[in-house]
């Protein structure tokens, strides 16, 4: 696959209502309800009945402990191949999106099955709000591109370009891009699945 251009970039929309479609699905298939879902991935009910119907679309995080509860895959849900290699090119990056709102991921690994880190660029349009998270973890954020006020707790941080936030990911957070420009951010976070698990 080849790495997003600025025009392709533009171009890259989810379809949160698939996504919702394949989460149902696994559910189903799992004889699972939204409350067991919900009560295992520490969302409400409503949120997750949201997702379902493509009303709302998760952040990753949230989507890692979606699927993490279904036992299944984020690649799988998303039908994105799972590739593990030690080495990605920069033209070679896999890209999926989650929303239809100009966020999407190229995602920078795993490198092997059972990695415990998980890295990726993230782009994010101007004034989008990450939902408000708290889980198992840890969170290393490097801004490469864009302006990001960046919610820990009680503090608030503005990250600009260069700007690193590492933290406790059982603290809630989330962040707001600010300006008129997409952020672009390379994120490394560990795996809320081997706790859910």
């Known amino acids: 696959m080849q790495a997003p251009t600025a025009h392709t970039k533009t171009k890259a929309k989810g379809q949160p209502t698939e996504l919702g479609a394949a989460i149902r699905r696994r559910r189903k ?65 896999q890209t999926y999106s989650l929303g239809t709102r100009g966020r999407f991921y190229e995602k920078l690994g795993p490198g092997f099955a059972g990695a415990l880190f998980h890295p990726q660029i993230v782009h994010r349009p101007p004034g989008h709000v990450s939902e408000k998270m708290c889980h198992g973890g840890e969170a290393f954020c490097y801004l490469l591109s864009g302006q990001l006020e960046y919610h820990l707790g009680d503090k608030v941080f503005i990250l600009s370009p260069g700007d690193v936030i590492h933290h406790d990911t059982s603290v809630r957070h989330y962040s707001v891009v600010l300006g008129e420009v997409e952020a672009v951010e390379l994120w490394v976070t560990t795996s809320p699945m081997a706790e859910a698990g």
């Open 29 to 93: 298939a799992m004889g699972q309800t939204l409350d067991q879902v919900a009560k295992a991935t520490d969302l409400t009910t409503g949120f997750l009945s949201q997702v379902e119907r493509g009303l709302s679309s998760p952040s990753l995080t949230s989507l890692m402990a979606i699927a993490a509860a279904l036992q299944t895959s984020i690649e799988q849900l998303l039908s994105v191949p799972e590739v593990f290699s030690e080495y990605v090119a920069k033209d070679a990056r």
